[in-house]
């Protein structure tokens, strides 16, 4: 089976959400995950300004932190963006760039994604690299071909299962409790993967594939056992500890 042996990366996406207080969530999801080895990688993307306090109090614990977006130059006068290796600099592990958020609020092009992608690997990070459909193009019937073009598009050439994940997240399923059928994810996913194959063989065959919109604990259990899910991306349940938990054990026995 395809990505059988792949570890599962259950990563948690705070938005623009959380002051200060907000850490005491990711001190909990580390108290409730214990010292035993989880059969997913956890992470957590704060906002930017939580970065590095939340990398700090998850110090030792196994758990990742990740950035929400970053500019694709290193250093220059580019006031309010943040640069990869500042990233790093906060103890960030991974960066998601291309947000259905940043692509329709911030007129990200998939050649700009695949310039933040490109900033991520240079800068030593993993890149989260999110694509997915709206609702009207799903009901064109042009999910699958709008996925491949934007995967196309966003993925730079050096892309490998190390450095890359990839985030299917149907734009009309993010923050609205509506989740494809598990049919429809398996269809998606395996679109993905042969796509990841087709342009990067072995590395693709291995890159881990999130899917993202509406996840909670409710489903979790169903969407990440289907083939070719390597995990979650997880907005809104994230904010709690207890939901996340409750999502990151969909992976214990
Ligand atoms: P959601 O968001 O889990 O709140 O739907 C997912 C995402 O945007 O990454």
């Known amino acids: 089976m395809a990505g059988a042996r792949i570890k599962p990366l259950v990563a948690g996406n705070w938005k623009m959400n959380g002051l200060a207080a907000q850490l005491a969530e990711a001190e909990a999801v580390r108290a409730g995950m214990g010292s035993g080895s989880p059969a997913a990688d956890v992470m957590i993307c704060p906002p930017a300004t939580l970065l590095g306090r939340l990398s700090s ?3 030792g614990s196994g758990i990742l932190a990740g950035g929400q977006d970053c500019h694709s130059e ?3 006068a580019f006031t309010g963006d943040i640069a990869a290796e500042m990233l790093v600099d906060c103890g960030a592990a991974a960066v998601i760039v291309g947000h259905s958020e940043r692509r329709a609020g911030h007129g990200e092009l998939d050649r700009d994604v695949r310039a933040k992608a490109s900033a991520a ?6 890149a989260i690299v999110c694509v997915g459909e709206t609702a009207g193009e799903r009901a064109a019937g042009l999910t699958e071909t709008v996925v491949c073009r934007q995967l196309e598009g966003s993925l730079p050439d050096g892309a490998t299962a190390a450095n890359t994940v990839v985030a299917y997240e149907p734009v009309w399923a993010i923050g609205t409790g509506l989740t494809p059928t598990a049919e429809d994810v398996a269809r998606v996913h395996r679109s993905i993967r042969g796509a990841l194959e087709g342009r990067f063989g072995a590395e693709g065959a291995q890159m881990r594939i999130l899917y993202g919109g509406s996840v909670k604990p409710s489903n979790a259990r ?5 083939d070719n899910v390597n995990g979650a991306l997880v907005g809104g349940a994230s904010l709690k500890a207890a939901d996340f938990l409750g999502i990151i054990s969909a992976y214990e026995a």
């Open 222 to 226: 169903e969407l990440l056992s289907i």
């Open 57 to 59: 109090a998850l110090e």
């Open 121 to 126: 690997h240079r800068a030593g990070l993993t």
């Open 74 to 76: 290193k250093s220059g």
